[in-house]
């Protein structure tokens, strides 16, 4: 019979693993090619947006963990929540909204979606 300690720690895993595909990230070198991928915390908690404010790049150096940079694109007001792109920008917006929807489960309603 399982323990309550154990149901806990199994239900937390298990609750960790089905975040893991919508919280993981394709490392992209400078070309923006896959070469690998990986779970970043602080770019797995930026919101999505059509019109984001940042950029998530990737430092990688041969034989180390590679670092996510948040590259802010524009100023930046002190509270100003920062923002990045889940899907390619390059897509119209019907396509980015279904993207959205089959992947992340929201329906996108942000300034790039509305203007």
């Known amino acids: 019979r399982a323990t309550p300690q154990l149901v806990s720690s199994v239900e937390a895993i298990f609750e960790a693993l089905t975040r893991f595909g919508n919280n993981n990230f394709a490392v992209t ?16 908690s930026l919101n999505h947006c059509c019109r984001p404010n940042c950029l998530l790049a990737y430092e990688l150096v041969p034989g ?26 390059a897509l119209p917006r019907g396509q980015r909204q279904e993207q959205l929807k089959e992947t992340y489960g929201f329906h996108c309603s ?5 203007g």
């Open 29 to 44: 070198d400078d070309l923006f090619l896959a070469v690998g991928a990986g779970c970043f915390p602080v770019g797995a």
């Open 64 to 89: 180390q963990v590679p670092i996510q940079a948040v590259r802010v694109m524009e100023p930046v007001l002190e509270g100003e929540e920062l923002t990045h792109s889940y899907v390619d920008l």
């Open 110 to 114: 942000c300034l790039g979606c509305r």
